[in-house]
C-alpha cells in the first residue's frame, strides 16, 4: 500500500535523498471532501536486478494503490518478455533458435530493432553483443590476468557478426548467431517507460515517477527534482554533483563507479567497448535526459564508451537532450540545455540542506560510515522494510538521525526505538523530496555517513555513543541492532550478525578521505 509523503523531523535531522519521508502525523487522514492531490510513495527491492522507487500523484490513497499495481504488472510482462536472465522469457527461448524466422511480440521486435538503430547511430558503441566482452574480462578476474591481444581480438570479431535479422511485414525475427546476447544499455529505461505509462493510464492519476537503479521516467503534471549522484561518493547522503528539475522526460545514468572487476589491484569498469574489447575508462559517469526513455538510456551507455566530441556530436543528432558527462581527470562536459535544467547551485544546495545532509568540513577529520544489506527475499518486487539508523550519548538521549525509511505514516511507531526518541518532532513538512539518479545498484546495499555532529549541525565531543539499526516490516519481523563506540581518534570496525532482515550490517569509523 503506497502512502502520503509529507513527512520530516525537527531537529535538523539528516534524511538520505532517496528515502522519502512523509508529513502527517501517524492515524491523521486527509477529510475525504479534499480532492488535492498528494504524492504516494512505495520502495521496492530486487525489482530488474536492483532497488526501484515509486511516485504516484493522486487524490486518492486507493487510486494511487491501483496506479502502483498496474506500473508492477507491467514490469513483470515486461520483463517476461526481454530478460535474459529468466530461461522461460520470451528472449531467452527466442535465443536457443537458430536460423529460423520466429514470430514475436511487438515489443521484443520493438528493441531488437531499437539494437540495430543504436548499433549505426553509435558506430558499434552499442551492441547486445558487448556480452561476449562482458565475460571474457569476468573469466579474467577469476583468473586474476587480463585478456590477451589476440583473446581481445576473437572476441571482437565474434561481436561483430550479424546477429538476427528482423522481417516487419512478418514480425519474426531470426537469431543467426552463437553470441552471447543481452538486452542491457537502454532496455531499463524501456521498461521503466512502460511502467510510468501504465500507472498514468489508471483513472484519477495526477503525474508518475518511475525510478528503477538510478533511471527515471517522469510523467503528468509535475516536475520532480533529481540529485545526479556524485561518482566520487560512496554514501547515499553525500551532496550530489547536480541537482536538476524535469518533467515529462527520461533520466539516465551511467558509470564504472559501482560495478566492474579488480584484477591484480586495478579497476576494471563492466562497461566496455565493443569495438575494442577493452573496458571503457575514460568517463566515469554520463546523465542524459531526453523525451524518449530509450534515448536516454541508449545515450547513457554510449557516452561512457565515446569519446567526448562523438558524444556532443551524437547529442546533436537528437530532439530535446541534455546531458552531463564526467571524465576520469574530473572534467564537467555539459549541454547548453543542462545549465537550464539546474536548480541552485551545488553552493546553495550545501548551505541550504545542511540541515538534511552529510557537509564534511574541518571541523572533524573522522566520519562514522554505515554499510546496510538488506536480506534479498526469494520472490521479486518486495516492500523494503522500514530501517532507523541513529546515534545516542551515554544518557541514551538521541543524538543524530542519520536515517528513517518508511511508508504508511500510521506504522511508523513500529520503529519504536527510534519512536520513542523523535515522536515529539515528527511534524508536518510540504517539501517535495528529491529523487536520485545514479549508476545502477545491487539491490538492498546501502552505505550511509555520519560527520560526527549533532541534529542542531554541531560537533559533539569525543566519547562513547551508541549507533542503533532498528528495522521493521509491516506485518512482519522486528530487528534491533545497537553498537557502543568510543569515538575518538583511533580508527576503528565492527560487523553485526546478519538476521532475517539485514543480509549484513557494518560500521566503520575512519578518518575522512583527505585527512592528514
Do not use: C
Request: charge should be positive; aromatic fraction near 8%; glycine fraction near 4%.
Amino acid at each position: 500500500m503506497l502512502t502520503r509523503k509529507s513527512l520530516s523531523v525537527l531537529g535538523l535531522i539528516v534524511l538520505l535523498l532517496p528515502f522519502s519521508l512523509f508529513a502527517n502525523k501517524p492515524g491523521n487522514k486527509e477529510p475525504a471532501h479534499k480532492k488535492t492531490s498528494h504524492t504516494y510513495i512505495s520502495h521496492f527491492e530486487n525489482v530488474l536486478g536492483t532497488s526501484m522507487e515509486l511516485k504516484v500523484g493522486s487524490a486518492s490513497e486507493d487510486d494511487a494503490t491501483l496506479a502502483e499495481n498496474a506500473a508492477l504488472s507491467e514490469i513483470k510482462r515486461m520483463s517476461n518478455i526481454l530478460s535474459a536472465y529468466d530461461p522461460k522469457s520470451e528472449f531467452s527461448r527466442w535465443y536457443q533458435t537458430n536460423n529460423q524466422p520466429i514470430v514475436v511480440s511487438k515489443e521484443l521486435f520493438e528493441v531488437l530493432s531499437l539494437f540495430d538503430q543504436w548499433r549505426l547511430k553509435s558506430n558499434g558503441a552499442l551492441d547486445a553483443s558487448a556480452e561476449v566482452i562482458g565475460k571474457l574480462w569476468k573469466q579474467a578476474a577469476a583468473r586474476q590476468q587480463v585478456p590477451t591481444e589476440e583473446q581481445l581480438n576473437l572476441a571482437v570479431a565474434e561481436i561483430k557478426q550479424v546477429h538476427w535479422k528482423l522481417d516487419p511485414v512478418t514480425q519474426t525475427a531470426t537469431h543467426l548467431s552463437y553470441a552471447p546476447v543481452m538486452l542491457n544499455s537502454f532496455v531499463k529505461t524501456y521498461i521503466i517507460r512502460k511502467a510510468a505509462e501504465a500507472a498514468m493510464n489508471v483513472p484519477n492519476i495526477k503525474s508518475v515517477v518511475v525510478n528503477i537503479g538510478g533511471d527515471l521516467v517522469v510523467l503528468g503534471n509535475q516536475s520532480e527534482i533529481i540529485d545526479v549522484k556524485n561518482p566520487a561518493a560512496d554514501a547515499e547522503n553525500d551532496l550530489p554533483m547536480d541537482r536538476i528539475q524535469v518533467g515529462n522526460r527520461a533520466i539516465a545514468t551511467s558509470g564504472n563507479y559501482r560495478r566492474g572487476e579488480l584484477i591484480n589491484g586495478k579497476w576494471y569498469s563492466h562497461i566496455v567497448d565493443p569495438r575494442t574489447g577493452l573496458p571503457a575508462d575514460n568517463i566515469i559517469s554520463a546523465t542524459v535526459v531526453a523525451p524518449g526513455a530509450t534515448d536516454a538510456g541508449a545515450l547513457a551507455t554510449a557516452f561512457n564508451v565515446m569519446k567526448p566530441a562523438e558524444s556532443v556530436q551524437l547529442a546533436a543528432t537528437i530532439p530535446g537532450v541534455d546531458y552531463l558527462i564526467i571524465t576520469s581527470s574530473g572534467e564537467r562536459i555539459e549541454s547548453k540545455g543542462w545549465r537550464k535544467l539546474r536548480i541552485p547551485s551545488l553552493k546553495t544546495i550545501k548551505q541550504a540542506d545542511r540541515k538534511s545532509k552529510i557537509s564534511f568540513d574541518k571541523e572533524s577529520n573522522f566520519e562514522l560510515v554505515v554499510n546496510l544489506e538488506i536480506s534479498t527475499q526469494p520472490e521479486q518486487f518486495v516492500k523494503r522494510p522500514y530501517v532507523a539508523v541513529w546515534i545516542e550519548d551515554q544518557n541514551h538521549a538521541a543524538v543524530r538521525t542519520i536515517a528513517v525509511w518508511h511508508e504508511r505514516d500510521r506504522y511508523l511507531p513500529e520503529l519504536k526505538s527510534w519512536f520513542l526518541k523523535y515522536r515529539s518532532t515528527y511534524t508536518t513538512d510540504k517539501s517535495v523530496l528529491s529523487s536520485v539518479s545514479s549508476a545502477t545498484r545491487s539491490p538492498g546495499k546501502y552505505t550511509m555517513k555520519w560527520d560526527g555532529k549533532d541534529d542542531k549541525g554541531n560537533i559533539v565531543p569525543p566519547g562513547t555513543y551508541t549507533v542503533k539499526i532498528e528495522i521493521s516490516r509491516e506485518h512482519g519481523t522486528y530487528q534491533l541492532l545497537k553498537k557502543e563506540m568510543n569515538f575518538n581518534d583511533s580508527p576503528q570496525s565492527f560487523t553485526f550478525d546478519k538476521n532475517v532482515e539485514i543480509a549484513s550490517a557494518s560500521l566503520e569509523y575512519r578518518k575522512k578521505t583527505g585527512s592528514n
